[in-house]
């Protein structure tokens, strides 16, 4: 079950989305958020809803996945519609209590919500279609410029390797434990709060003092075959931009060139 | 040559109680090429031994050489610790990278190698072990044996003169013991100083040299042979391999079998000839 959060949000493929390059998909997922923030605009939103979907379409990512996606944030943009559905003024649609649902509401509102599922789901395209090693090697990359002001790249990119290398081995391990303490008659699924909370301890008492001994072996073993920081290390993989990642540069600057000058020019 | 030369080597932690050394006028010199085997009772001081061959910890007093370098002048770290591989003994505690073939680049991307050396060496090293197939495993799904000989794999990309097992082996099932121990001594065939830090007698069994450690000190070393076969285990706390005591027991009944039996293959060979 918890295998599921941690590792089962990438699908491997061979997508144009799949064999961008980790650091122009973070870039341009960036500066698609922001053009998404800046343009409060129907006709900017479809375009950029086609091209979403097109995306989740070539990528083949199950349909089931993306509503997946949204669902932690459901009710913030449940929430988010509601508040302008009744908060907008406007000819009204009908009467709850003292509120009124407008048409204008409604618009807005419908504006609001597609936008922030927008920003979901763009995000989480990234993490479908990036393998969890190639997205810490670009976050590392795209850090390490700012490693001279103190920002420590590296240092950031090795934590997340090891959390990746680990969570499996914690999550298996607690399984483990679990079921040792069951099997001497330890009950977790019954009783009010306070006493399940109680009933957690015995396994979060063993799984820490694991994790500790383990983050010791583990230094002495990475100390043993001669790791020293950042500094001087080369890397089996390197990121190499190539023909598409120039392309998708040039057509996503032509999207947001585009987006510009029409609506500068006042047409949408 | 001499790989390793340690001489008068005492060693205190620094959270010893009493001040009592956990290594205690080591002397002992290993050959290039050589399969020592180190064996002793629990906290005799073989992890604490091994640790200190490749510079992990420093030593108190005396002195320890790897390749002539003194490990106590920190120039020489990282050549040392380059030149002897270190495997330890629980195998989900070592592995540093999330897939197989970027935990065997982590040594040789530590040495700052270029991509195409460090590939070079990942494949070898893959090869050496017979992990190929496995290039893009996560290392949990691989067995116990397979994230030791994974274990063994990342030492070697180093291109080590010298593997350091600390009891690799312990915490395997049998057939993973088996597996491990097989890529060691294949890799000792192909001119590696092999040093197998171990409980299991029969290991030890295979080993040209056999060390016995107890409290801090060595005991007794000599060939399988004299040590295993001959001398008192007991008195160090550990029990002779089975085939010498199935030996022993048989002689006891009046079977009139040599001394000096300590693998299966010799009584095997013995009884059955
Ligand atoms: N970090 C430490 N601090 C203080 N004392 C230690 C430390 N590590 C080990 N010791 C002590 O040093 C002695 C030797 O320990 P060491 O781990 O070298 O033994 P060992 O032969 O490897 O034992 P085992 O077979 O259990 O692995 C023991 O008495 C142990 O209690
Ligand atoms: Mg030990």
């Known amino acids: 079950m918890l295998n599921d959060i941690a590792l089962g949000r990438y699908f491997p493929g061979n997508s144009l989305l799949h064999r961008l390059d980790p650091r122009i998909k973070i870039v341009l997922l960036f500066l698609f958020l922001a053009i998404i923030f800046l343009w409060v605009n129907s006709l900017v939103y479809l375009a950029l809803g086609s091209m979403t979907a097109a995306l989740i379409f070539t990528a083949k990512i199950p349909l089931r996945m993306v509503a997946t996606s949204l669902k932690p944030l459901w009710w913030i943009i449940l929430f988010t519609f509601l508040l302008h559905f009744f908060g907008t003024e406007g000819e009204g649609i009908f009467q709850l209590g003292s509120l009124t649902a407008t048409w204008e509401g409604l618009k807005q509102g419908g504006l609001i919500t597609f936008r922030l599922a927008l920003l979901i789901i763009l995000s989480a395209l990234l993490t479908f279609t990036t393998d969890p090693l190639a997205l810490t090697d670009a976050i590392e990359s795209l850090l390490s410029p700012l490693k001279r002001f103190g920002v420590p790249a590296h240092e950031l990119a090795m934590m997340m390797t090891i959390a990746l290398r680990f969570i499996p081995t914690i999550i298996e391990e607690t399984d483990r434990i679990i079921k040792a303490q069951e099997s001497r008659g330890a009950d977790f699924t019954t009783g009010n709060i306070l006493t399940r909370v109680k009933n957690f301890v015995p396994i979060l008492v063993p799984l820490f003092i694991a994790a500790f001994r383990r983050a010791d072996d583990l230094a002495t073993a990475m100390e043993a075959r001669c790791y020293r920081g950042g500094e001087g290390r080369t890397r089996l993989r390197r990121l190499q931009l190539g023909r598409l990642d120039y392309t998708a540069c040039g057509v996503s600057a032509l999207i947001v060139g585009g987006i510009f000058l029409l609506t500068q020019w006042g047409i949408i | ?273």
């Open chain 2, 1 to 273: 040559m001499n790989i390793i030369e340690i001489s008068r080597l005492t060693y205190v932690y620094a959270a010893a109680k009493e001040n009592t050394p956990a290594l205690n006028g080591i002397n002992l010199n290993i050959g290039e090429g050589e399969f020592v085997a180190i064996v002793g009772a629990n906290g005799s001081g073989k992890s604490t031994l091994a640790r200190h061959l490749n510079a992990l910890l420093l030593p108190t007093e005396g002195t320890c050489k790897v390749m002539g370098l003194d490990t106590a002048r920190p120039e020489n770290l990282w050549d040392i610790r380059r030149q002897v591989g270190l495997v330890f003994q629980n195998p989900d505690n070592q592995l540093v990278a999330a897939i197989v073939e970027d935990e065997v680049a982590f040594g040789p991307e530590n040495l700052g190698l270029p991509p195409a050396e460090i590939r070079l060496r990942v494949d070898k090293a893959l090869q050496a072990v017979g992990l190929t197939e496995q290039l893009h495993f996560a290392p949990h799904l691989l067995s116990g044996g397979q994230k030791q000989r994974l274990a063994i794999a990342g030492a070697l990309a180093m291109e080590p003169k010298c593997l350091v097992l600390d009891e690799a082996t312990a915490m395997l099932d049998p057939q993973g013991r088996e597996e491990v121990m097989q890529v060691a001594r294949d890799l000792r065939e192909q001119g590696l100083t092999l040093i197998c830090i171990t409980h299991f007698m029969e290991e030890a069994a295979l080993a040209d040299r056999v060390v016995v450690m107890h409290q801090g000190k060595i005991v007794a070393q000599g060939t399988p042979k004299e040590i295993l076969a001959a001398t008192d285990l007991a008195k160090w706390g550990l029990e002779p391999p089975l085939a010498t005591e199935i030996a022993d027991r048989l002689r006891r009944r009046g079977l009139n079998l040599p001394r000096g039996i300590c693998r299966e293959d010799e009584l095997v060979a013995t009884l059955c000839p």
